[in-house]
């Protein structure tokens, strides 16, 4: 007998079942085929013909060891650990304590949702007492509710037995009586009248309809419909198949923009759209004791809507359903706001109750609205009003609520558009799981002239050595680290790190840091990046997860990274974190592996993915595109990431200590509260502290140079301490302004850059501006031998030393505007450069590789730089000191740059013979 082979596994709809699905198929085709008696690898090679590709890559990159990949049990172990989700106990038995039986849910289907919601609960051999207290608990029929608790020797067994025997009572009941049972609406259809094509089309009245969700006939009820959940494959949109899909039908009418599924809720719709059913989560017609007073007893959408009646105007309480299609109202209401003014009109059709009992309405009327400015006409099903019960408020269908503007759905794009990137993540959440291994060895390079050392055992805590043992074993069974038994010519020490939650581990390599070869590469800073974040409005952080560690190393440099434990000597397989090289190695592979991809900034294991566009819609579709690119690059290479650590889709993050928005860079507000809560320095090093955290703020605060200035001078050799009132108040005044940083702007290249500096007796002070906004801020003091320079030298100066700062931002662009309230500056920078002073003269050299145009801007109009240069703050001075000696061959590229003949009181016929001579 041939047996068929199982369903390959699918990675589409609900892989929890599929993969489930797929298991019984495969153990039952193992028993049946015989092949259970065959060797282990065959049996394996079988089980991956049948996972399909989808699953098979999957299964490749969950990278089991080569132990684990010989065992079928170890594979299927592996996949279940990624297709099935963890349970949570306790949120398993809170969903099964909280299920009661649904409106229009039978018995056996109520009972099969408990089973199946008690199978992830983990109650054992109680389970059946728990199904059976939960059915007495969650049944709807008080009647039998009753009959049940008073049983006092009931089992499941009994109670399912009289459940289902009252169940087909009230059934038999009905039917006897020739009516439904008064339910309350859960849905009104309004349906037009088709005319009949055949005689017998009136006997089809009493069957059931198909669900238009998944084409099949069942309980109108969402947790009934297959469907439900799923996405069709011709539009993309959930909760129906492609079977039944209307999206391409000539005849189909738009759905708009409400026709979004919720969770189960009540609503009217118009049938004769494209979509049938929809569970979406409108708001029951609540009652009323009188017209204009609610008794609200849930959460309803009410508003109250100016209804026109001739010349006069009333007020109604109307009850907006976003789920609904058309607009119902009673016929009492009718006639207490209208009177016989308005005529009802007949009209051809059918309301469909959720349950399936149909309602006739007696007509329809036209009625001129308005609501806060907006004005309509809405056309309104009326329906005979029930005489028990009080008068309900008119219902406000979707199209009605967006045409008088009551409705809006600005929250609802906004969480699609974080439902995307979620998706995404879903997609390559292999990406996310293992440790990452990318192709090739790394080689470490030692200098021949430096001695191997082993470094003397460093001893482990005692109450410290189960935690690092257990450790140490983690790491060798992730493969990080591997025992060494052999000889090895460096060994260095470990370093234990023990925090609240875990312990790490870490290399002491002290010695093999002096003796390693760097290879240097390039880190990008904060500043350097600026320019590329302009236009940009959305912003993800993902995190290599294990950083380092997704490098390897050959054996050779391997043996290098050998230290001690009270176990034994154990070296590293993959790159260590402590190595001087580890930095320069891994962000250069990473710019390997990420090369070509725009929109994204690599800095170490701190991605930064930017979604830049003209409109929010835009951006997010840029930043879905590029998150998708790096996941597929990170997959192609096996590159990991952190998903705890994940920042995503995000108006602003924290990126390499800064907070990165679209309106511009902000300042961090840890370090400004680390600034506001430092206690004052007690000693030089702690003055050093304060000052190093205070010029982190520089770029950002143009008013932090001259309050710093009492402590930065006790900063200096040969100083004695002595923290005094000023010093005090200087504490005081910077932790006051720290907390009012602006926002800088983002570089654009394409727009007009302006550079403000000015000098003043004391320091030198410079801004990059454009659109008026500040891009950064810059100051220095002036060193001892510039203090002697004439004034129009130090505004020159400032000149300097606002080009050379700002220099990654003004080389190679066009025009730069250099703002200076020294007018005499103005007119030297227009004439030839030998007619300038020596010392100017040297100033004017350097700046020749910039494109600058010295204006004179009034002194009063330059706040920003002249507090610089009064205010400033400690830099480094060697970026523009003018020291008679300078680098030859630097001073030779910028005499090269420049026309020295132009400037020569000399002939053309004299220049030619100099030419020949020489």
């Known amino acids: 007998m041939s047996i068929p082979l199982p369903t390959r596994m699918s990675t589409t709809g609900n892989q929890v079942d599929n993969w489930r699905y797929f298991k019984d198929e495969w153990s039952n085709y193992l028993i049946a085929s015989g092949l259970k008696d065959k060797g282990e690898e065959v049996i394996i090679a079988t089980f991956k013909c049948l996972l399909g590709r989808e699953t098979s890559q999957i299964l490749n990159n969950l990278k089991l060891s080569v132990e684990q990949a010989k065992s079928l049990d170890e594979i299927e172990k592996a996949l279940d650990g990624y297709f099935l989700p963890k349970i949570n106990i306790i949120y398993e038995r809170y969903l099964f304590g909280s299920a009661v039986q649904n409106e229009t849910e039978s018995i056996d289907q109520y009972v099969s949702r408990l089973r199946k919601l008690c199978s992830a609960c983990d109650y054992k051999t109680v389970e059946d007492e728990m199904i059976r207290d939960r059915l007495v608990l969650g049944i709807r029929d008080e009647d039998t509710k009753k009959q049940l608790i008073s049983n006092s020797k009931l089992d499941l067994s009994m109670a399912i037995d009289i459940c289902r025997a009252n169940e087909l009572a009230d059934r038999q009941l009905r039917s006897m009586q020739g009516k439904s049972s008064a339910e309350p609406v859960n849905k009104m259809t309004h349906k037009r009248n088709i005319p009949n094509k055949s005689k017998g089309s009136n006997s089809q009245k009493g069957k059931e309809v198909p669900c238009k969700y998944c084409g099949k006939i069942h309980v109108h009820d969402r947790n009934s419909c297959p469907a439900y ?100 109202i009673e016929s009492n209401l009718v006639k207490q706001i209208f009177g016989k003014k308005l005529e009802i009109k007949p009209c051809s059709t059918t309301i469909r109750c959720f349950g399936g009992s149909l309602i006739t309405p007696i007509g329809e009327l036209s009625v001129h609205v308005a609501s806060k400015g907006a004005r309509c006409t809405l056309k309104f099903l009326v329906v005979e009003s029930d005489k028990t019960t009080s008068a309900q408020m008119p219902l406000i269908s979707a199209a009605s609520c967006e045409q008088l503007g009551l409705v809006k759905l600005t929250e609802v794009k906004l969480m699609e558009t974080s439902s ?5 993540l879903h997609r390559y959440r292999d990406v996310f799981t293992g440790i990452g291994c990318l192709e090739g060895e790394c080689s470490l390079n030692v200098d021949p002239t430096v001695l191997p050392i082993k470094q003397k055992p460093r001893r482990i805590p005692v109450p410290l050595r189960n935690e690092v043992k257990a450790k140490l074993d983690e790491l060798v069974e992730k493969g990080i680290i591997i025992k060494e038994t052999g000889p090895t010519d460096w060994i260095s020490n470990l370093v234990v790190v023990k925090t609240p939650r875990k312990l790490r581990l870490c290399l002491d390599p002290l010695f093999l840091n002096q003796a390693l070869l760097r290879t240097e590469y390039e880190i990008p800073t904060i500043e350097s990046i600026m320019p590329e974040l302009n236009g940009a409005r959305y912003f993800s952080v993902v995190d290599t997860k294990d950083g ?66 003209n409109t929010d819609q835009e951006a997010s579709k840029n930043h879905d595109r590029v998150l998708e690119k790096l996941l597929e690059r990170a997959r192609q290479a096996n590159l990991k990431f952190n998903k705890d650590k994940i920042k995503l889709k995000k108006r602003e993050v924290k990126y390499m200590g800064h907070i990165v928005s679209k309106d511009g860079l902000k300042v961090d507000p840890d370090k400004v509260k680390a600034i506001r809560e430092m206690k004052d320095p007690s000693d030089i090093t702690q003055a050093k502290s304060f000052v190093g955290l205070v010029t982190y703020l520089s770029k950002f605060v143009p008013h932090l140079s001259s309050l710093c200035d009492p402590i930065r001078k006790l900063t200096k050799k040969n100083q004695e301490w002595e923290w005094g009132e000023d010093q005090k108040r200087a504490v005081e005044a910077i932790k006051a302004i720290v907390s009012k940083a602006p926002i800088l702007a983002y570089f654009d290249p394409s727009k007009q850059i302006t550079l403000q500096s000015d000098a003043s007796s004391k320091g030198l002070g410079a801004v990059i501006l454009q659109d008026g906004r500040p891009v950064a801020y810059a100051s220095r003091s002036l060193t001892k031998s510039e203090h002697n320079f004439a004034q129009i030298e130090k505004e020159c100066l400032s000149i300097l030393f606002a080009c050379e700062r700002f220099s990654q931002y003004i080389v190679g662009c066009g025009k730069v505007i250099a703002e200076t309230d020294h007018r005499p500056l103005e007119t030297i920078f227009k ?88």
């Not at 995307?420 to 995404?424: L, P, R, S, T, W």
């Open 229 to 328: 959940g799923k996405t069709c494959r011709k539009c993309g949109k959930l909760n129906h198949f492609d079977s039944v899909c209307g999206s391409f039908r000539s005849n189909s009418k738009p759905k708009g923009k409400f026709n979004k599924r919720r969770s189960h809720v009540r609503q009217v719709e118009d049938e004769s759209s494209s979509e049938g059913e929809y569970f979406s989560e409108a708001f029951k017609l609540e009652e009323v004791n009188s017209f204009g007073h609610k008794q609200a007893k849930k959460r309803v959408w009410v508003t109250s809507l100016d209804f026109f009646v001739g010349k006069l105007v009333k007020s109604v309480d109307c009850q907006l359903d976003s789920g609904a299609t058309v607009n119902v």
């Open 420 to 424: 995307n990137a979620e998706a995404i």
């Open 548 to 613: 380092f560690w997704n490098v390897k190393l050959d054996m050779k440099s391997s043996k290098l990274t050998t230290f001690w434990t009270p176990f034994g000597r154990f070296r590293f397989l993959r790159l260590p974190f402590g190595l001087v090289v580890s930095s320069d190695v891994y962000q250069c592979r990473l710019h390997e592996i990420f090369s070509g991809i725009q929109d994204i900034i690599v800095i170490q294991d701190d991605i930064l993915i930017i979604g830049r566009g």
């Open 831 to 918: 004439k030839s450069l030998l007619e300038a002073p020596t010392r100017l003269q040297r100033m004017m050299l350097r700046l020749q590789r910039y494109n600058l145009e010295v204006k004179f801007i009034s002194g009063s109009k330059m706040h920003i730089a002249d507090a610089l240069s009064r205010m400033q703050l400690t830099e480094t001075h060697q970026e523009t000191r003018l020291d008679e000696v300078y680098v030859a061959d630097t001073i030779h590229q910028e005499l090269e740059s420049m026309k020295i003949a132009d400037s020569l009181n000399i002939t053309q016929s004299s220049l030619e013979r100099v030419r020949t001579e020489t």
